[in-house]
C-alpha cells in the first residue's frame, strides 16, 4: 500500500479539487505504466468484467509501485477472499459493485480492515512487503485503505442517505449503464431521469462530506462532469480510449465504421447515387442514408418520385443499406449524417455508437416505430413527413364513409353470388344531414372537414384537447367533450397517434356511449382500438359498422376474427392517392375512448411547422449541409426524403421546462412560509404569507397573524391584501373570479372563506362537520360544476384537534358539506384534471399535529405516508381510490400541485435530497423537473402569460416560463 499516494489523493478530494484517472481492462501492464507517467492520481483495474487474471492484475499493480498513482481494483463482487486478496497483493484499496444497502457497504469496510476494526486476515504478500514491514503496514493500513462503492441500480440510489452515514468510505462512483438498465432502460449509458438522479445522488453525498466519481464519455463529458460537482472522473476506459482514437483517425481518411456485436463491421459499401459536387467538391459530403426497403430488387426505387433529384448538385450523398432488416442496426449507420426510414424501427440499440447521425427522418407521420426518448439522449433530431399523407388519407376515411352507409362489400358480394334480388335488404343511406365526430384535429382531420363540406352534413363534432374551440370554429367544426361526440355522432373518426397513453384508447366502456347506428372508423394506428372490444360489440350488434385500416399485429397472417370484416387499404397506395380495397358489413361497429391521453401525445399534437431547412451541426462531427441547402426554403413533396431539410422535430425537442428556462424571485419578504400561490382573472398574483406563531415565540418577535399578498406583474410591486388572514394556506380563485382561502390553525380561523373581489366582503364557506370545528383546511380545488374540494389536515397550532380523521372534503353548490375522502393518510393538496375524472391527493404525514411543539432530538415524529395518489372523481363528486402515482418514502413528500391543460402535474416537492417542483404525465412518469429551495405550492398565471409558473418556497415566491399553459376554470357567463 501506497500510504502517501493515498493522502495525496484524499487531501485533493477534500480540498474539493478534481481527480483524474483511467479504468484499465486491457492485460498489458504497460497501460498502467503510462497511466503513471502521465501522472494520473488514480486508476481502477477491472476485475469484473473482461478476461483479467490475478496474475495481469497483480503486474498492473506492480506499475504504479512507488508512484503517486493510487491502484484500486474493481472486484467482480461483494466478497471478503476478494477484498483481501487484492489489498494482499498491493492494491491501496477496493471498488466493490452492485452495492445497495448500507450494510453491505459497512461489510465491505470490515473485510478491508484488520481486527479490531474489521475481519481481514495479515497476509505475507506485497502489501507487506512479504512479511518485512508487517508492524508498519497493520499499523497504517485501516486508516488508509479505500473502499469505494459503486452505485449502480435504482434500489441502491434510493438508500444512498443510508449509505452516506457509513464509516470508512471517502468516495463513492456511479454506474449510469447498470443503473439505468435496473431502471427499464437496458442498452442505454442515462437512460430517460437517470442523468438527474445521479446529480441528485450525487448532492446527497457531498452534502454528508462523500466525494463523488464517475467515468466521462468523451472530452466534454469529462469537463461537464468536474462542473457538476464529481471529483473522482475517470477520462474512460482504456479499451475505449483507444477505439476514439483509431475511429477518430479512420474517419478523417473517410474509413470509420461501427463495429457490429459479433465483432465484424459491414465489409461492402453500396455505391453511393450522386449528384456533381460542383462548387462544394472541396466540402466533406453530408451522408444521408435510405433502408433497403426503398428500393426494388434492380436497385429501382418503389416509389414514383421521392425527390431524390433535390440532391443533386449539392454536397449531400445519397446511399442505400445493404440489407432490409426489420429494426435498424448501428453499423447501418455508420457514417451517415442522416437516415431516412421507411418500415423498419428505430431503437436504443440502433443508436448506439453513431457519433456522426444528426437527424432521422420517417417515411411516413406518427412516432411509433421510432424510440424518441432514445433519439433525445444520442443528441438526434427527429422528423416526421407532415401534411404529406393527409389528403390521401382523408380521402379514404370518406370513401369508407360512403361504402358502410351503403353497404358497398355486401352488395358486392350478392352481384358475385347471384343473389340480386337480396339487394333490396341493404338500402344505404346518405351522408346528408348526418354527423361526423373527428378524435384529433390535425392535418388530416381538417383534411376531412374539407372534403365533407359538399356532402351536406351537419357541423362536425370535434374532440381534441390540444385545439382551441375558436380555432375549430375557424374550419366550421365544433369542438365538444369527448363523450358528447360520441353520443351525437354518426361517423365517428380516429386521427390520434399511437402511444402509450393512448392505447386501447377505444375500449369497451367507449364502444357503449355509441349511437347503435354509428360506425367506427380508425385510419390512425392498430393498438388504439381495443379489438377484442370491437368484436363483441359487433357481434352483439351495439353499433352499425366499422371500417379498420390498422391492426395491432401487423401484417395480418390469418383471416379477421369472426363477425368484423376489415378495411384493409395499402398506405404505400393510399400515398399516391388511391386506395387498394374497402369492405363493408352490416354487423359492424363504432366506438370511441373517453379517457384522453393528455400527457402522451401533447407535443406530438401540437408540433410547430418550419417551412426552411435547419444546419445540421453538431461538435466534434466534422460534416455539415452546404449554405445552398441549409438557408433555401424548398416546398415539400409527398415524400420524407425532404425532412432532413423542412419538416417538424418530435416531442422530445420541446420540453415542458425548457433547458435555458431561468427561476426569477420576485418577492422575497415572508415571514417564514409563503403558500397557495394563485393568479386572479386579472393576472394579479395573490399568495398566503403564513406566520408560525412557534417560529415567531422562539425568536422572541411579535406574532403575526397571517397575511395574503398581492403581486402586480405589469409593476413588480407587491403590497398587502389582507392582514390578518385568519392564517390562510392555499388560495384559489372560482369560476366567477371570487377568492377562496383555506383558513388554518395556530390561531386562524380553521375555516373556508370566499372573498368577494368587486366588494372585498368575506363569506364563510365552511367551519364545520358534524356540528365540530375543522382541523386546520390547507388547500382548495374547484370542479367545473362548481362544487369546492378542500384538504383538512393538521400540522400547527394549539387547539384542539376537533375532527376525528384528517380528510378531503366536498362542499356543493347549495352549502352542504360532504366528508368524501378517508383513506389519503394525511391529507396536503388537491387538484382536479381538466377532464375533470381525477381527483389528485398528496399525502404529507410529517408525524405530528404540533409543529414547534415537540423536541425532535428527544421525541423524533414516526412520518406516515408521502405520496402523490389519483382518485377516480365520479360525475356526482363522489370519489373512489384509483392508485398511487409516486411514493416518495423515506424522504419527505409533496406539499401543493396544480395541473396544466394537458393534464400534466406540476408538484411541488419537499424531499431535502430533491427539492422542487416535479413535472408528472397524468401516470405518474416524471418528464420535468425544476430545482427550488424547498417548495410549497405552484400557480399557473393567465392570458397572455398562462405558460409562467409561479412557485412559492421557502419565505420567496419565484416564476419560470414553460412551454405548456396552466389549467383554469372556464370563467362562469
Known amino acids: 500500500m501506497k500510504t502517501a499516494a493515498c493522502r495525496t489523493l484524499r487531501n485533493a478530494l477534500a480540498s474539493d479539487r478534481p481527480t483524474f484517472g483511467l479504468w484499465v481492462t486491457l492485460d498489458s501492464p504497460a497501460v498502467t505504466e503510462m497511466a503513471v507517467a502521465l501522472g494520473m492520481d488514480w486508476v481502477v483495474i477491472d476485475a469484473e468484467h473482461g478476461h483479467l487474471d490475478w496474475k495481469e492484475i497483480a503486474e498492473h499493480v506492480r506499475a504504479t509501485v512507488r508512484s503517486e498513482t493510487v491502484a484500486l481494483v474493481r472486484l ?25 444497502s448500507a450494510e453491505q457497504l459497512t461489510e465491505a469496510v470490515r473485510f478491508a480492515r484488520y481486527p479490531l476494526d474489521g475481519v481481514r486476515g495479515i497476509g505475507a504478500e506485497r502489501a507487506t512487503a512479504w512479511g518485512q514491514a508487517l508492524a508498519e503496514h497493520a499499523g497504517e493500513a485501516n486508516e488508509h485503505v479505500f473502499v469505494v462503492p459503486i452505485i449502480e441500480t435504482v434500489r441502491g440510489g434510493q438508500n444512498v442517505q443510508a449509505m452516506s452515514a457509513v464509516d470508512g468510505v471517502d468516495l463513492f462512483w456511479f454506474g449510469p449503464a447498470d443503473y439505468s438498465a435496473s431502471a427499464g432502460h437496458r442498452g442505454q449509458w442515462e437512460g430517460p431521469g437517470v442523468a438527474d438522479e445521479i446529480l441528485r ?40 480510449l483507444l477505439l476514439r482514437s483509431l475511429r477518430a483517425s479512420l474517419a478523417a481518411v473517410g474509413r470509420d465504421r461501427a463495429i457490429r456485436a459479433d465483432l465484424s463491421c459491414d465489409a461492402h459499401t453500396p455505391e453511393p447515387v450522386r449528384g456533381a459536387l460542383g462548387p462544394h467538391s472541396n466540402a466533406k459530403p453530408f451522408r444521408v442514408a435510405l433502408t433497403g426497403d426503398f ?41 451517415a449524417n442522416g437516415v431516412i426510414v421507411l418500415t423498419p424501427r428505430v431503437t436504443v440499440a440502433s ?78 343511406s346518405e351522408l346528408r344531414d348526418r354527423t361526423v365526430g373527428i378524435i384529433g384535429f390535425g392535418g388530416i382531420g381538417r383534411a376531412l372537414v374539407k372534403l365533407l363540406a359538399g356532402f351536406g352534413m351537419n357541423a362536425p363534432l370535434v374532440f381534441d384537447p390540444f385545439v382551441n374551440p375558436v380555432d375549430a370554429a375557424k374550419h366550421g367544426a365544433r369542438s365538444v367533450g369527448l363523450d358528447e361526440l360520441l353520443a351525437e355522432a354518426d361517423f365517428v373518426s380516429v386521427h390520434c397517434p399511437l402511444t402509450d397513453g393512448t392505447r386501447n384508447l377505444i375500449g369497451a366502456r367507449e364502444l357503449a356511449l355509441m349511437k347503435p347506428t354509428a360506425y367506427l372508423l380508425n385510419t390512425a394506428r392498430g393498438g388504439i382500438v381495443d379489438e377484442s372490444a370491437l368484436e363483441a360489440a359487433l357481434r352483439e350488434n351495439r353499433i352499425a359498422g366499422a371500417a379498420l385500416d390498422c391492426f395491432v399485429n401487423e401484417p395480418l397472417t390469418a383471416p379477421p376474427r369472426s363477425h368484423i370484416s376489415i378495411t384493409c387499404y395499402s398506405r404505400r397506395t393510399a400515398s399516391r392517392g ?42 466534434g462531427s466534422g460534416s455539415s449541409v ?39 424571485k420576485v418577492f422575497d419578504g415572508g415571514f417564514v412560509l409563503a403558500e397557495g400561490v394563485a393568479v386572479a382573472p386579472d393576472g394579479m398574483v395573490y399568495f398566503s404569507d403564513i406566520t408560525f406563531t412557534p417560529v415567531a415565540k422562539a425568536a422572541k418577535q411579535p406574532l403575526e397573524a397571517g397575511h395574503i399578498w398581492k403581486y402586480n406583474p405589469k409593476t413588480g410591486k407587491t403590497e398587502i391584501f389582507r392582514s390578518p388572514s385568519g392564517m390562510s394556506n392555499g388560495l384559489k380563485f372560482d369560476a366567477e373570479g371570487h377568492l377562496l382561502a383555506a383558513e388554518g390553525a395556530d390561531f386562524g380561523g380553521r375555516r373556508l372563506t370566499r372573498t368577494d373581489m368587486k366588494t372585498g366582503k368575506a363569506y364563510i364557506v365552511a367551519g364545520e362537520f358534524d356540528d365540530k370545528p375543522l382541523n386546520s383546511p390547507n388547500d382548495i380545488t374547484i370542479d ?59 399525502s404529507n404525514d410529517n408525524g405530528t399535529t404540533g409543529i414547534g411543539r415537540l423536541d425532535e432530538k428527544k421525541e423524533p415524529a414516526k412520518k406516515g405516508a408521502m405520496a402523490l395518489m389519483a382518485y377516480d372523481l365520479a360525475s356526482d363528486g363522489t370519489a373512489k381510490f384509483r392508485k398511487t402515482l409516486v411514493d416518495y418514502a423515506p424522504q419527505d413528500g409533496p406539499d401543493g400541485l396544480i395541473c396544466d391543460k394537458a393534464g400534466n402535474l406540476f408538484v411541488a416537492v419537499r424531499d431535502v435530497t430533491r427539492p422542487g417542483i416535479y413535472v408528472y404525465s397524468p401516470e405518474g412518469k416524471e418528464i420535468g423537473y425544476i430545482k427550488t429551495e424547498v417548495p410549497t405550492n405552484v ?33 362562469k357567463k
Open 578 to 619: 388511391r386506395m387498394s380495397s374497402f369492405a363493408t358489413s352490416g354487423a359492424w361497429s363504432v366506438t370511441v375512448c373517453a379517457r384522453w391521453p393528455r400527457g402522451a401525445c401533447r407535443a406530438v399534437w401540437s408540433t410547430a411547422r418550419c417551412s426552411s431547412a435547419p444546419v445540421f451541426k453538431r461538435s
Open 939 to 971: 400557480g399557473f398565471a393567465r392570458g397572455a402569460d398562462a405558460n409562467v409558473l409561479y412557485i412559492t418556497a421557502g419565505k420567496s415566491v419565484y416564476r419560470m416560463k414553460l412551454n405548456t399553459e396552466g389549467y383554469h376554470l372556464p370563467p
Open 295 to 335: 428500393f426494388n430488387a434492380d436497385g429501382s426505387t418503389k416509389y414514383r418520385d421521392i425527390g431524390l433529384d433535390r440532391f443533386r448538385g449539392t454536397a449531400v450523398e445519397v446511399e442505400s443499406f445493404a440489407e432490409h432488416r426489420a429494426e435498424v442496426g448501428a453499423n447501418q449507420l455508420a457514417g
Open 626 to 664: 452546404s449554405s445552398a441547402l441549409s438557408h433555401r426554403s424548398l416546398p415539400m413533396r409527398r415524400t420524407v426524403l425532404l425532412l432532413l431539410l423542412l419538416a417538424n422535430p418530435a416531442s422530445a425537442a420541446d420540453p415542458i421546462v425548457p433547458p435555458d428556462a431561468k427561476l426569477e
Open 201 to 240: 445522488m450525487k448532492d446527497v453525498l457531498r452534502a454528508a462530506g462523500k466525494h463523488c466519481g464517475v467515468v466521462g464519455t468523451s472530452d466534454e463529458n469529462v469537463q461537464l462532469r468536474v462542473q457538476q460537482g464529481f471529483r473522482a472522473v475517470g477520462l474512460g476506459m482504456d479499451a475505449g
Open 784 to 842: 367545473e360544476k362548481g362544487r369546492i374540494y378542500f384538504s383538512d389536515p393538521r400540522y400547527v397550532g394549539n387547539e384542539p384537534v376537533d375532527q376525528p380523521i384528517q380528510a378531503v372534503y366536498r362542499v356543493d353548490t347549495d352549502g352542504t358539506i360532504h366528508r368524501i375522502i378517508t383513506d389519503a393518510g394525511k391529507p396536503n393538496g388537491v387538484a382536479i384534471s381538466p377532464d375533470q375524472k381525477t381527483l389528485y391527493v398528496v
Open 76 to 100: 467482480a463482487e461483494l466478497n471478503g477472499g476478494l477484498i483481501k486478496r487484492a489489498l494482499d497483493i498491493g492494491a491501496d484499496g477496493v471498488v466493490i459493485p452492485w452495492v445497495e
Open 351 to 428: 443508436l448506439l455508437n453513431t457519433p456522426d447521425l444528426l437527424a432521422v427522418g420517417r417515411f411516413g407521420v406518427g412516432y411509433d416505430s421510432v424510440d424518441v426518448g432514445a433519439c433525445t439522449a444520442a443528441d438526434v433530431l427527429l422528423f416526421i413527413a407532415t401534411g404529406a399523407v393527409d389528403r390521401p388519407v382523408a380521402e379514404a376515411t370518406v370513401g369508407w364513409m360512403l361504402a358502410l352507409c351503403h353497404h358497398v362489400r355486401t352488395k358486392d358480394r350478392l352481384v358475385r353470388e347471384a343473389s340480386w334480388d337480396a339487394r333490396s335488404g341493404y338500402m344505404g
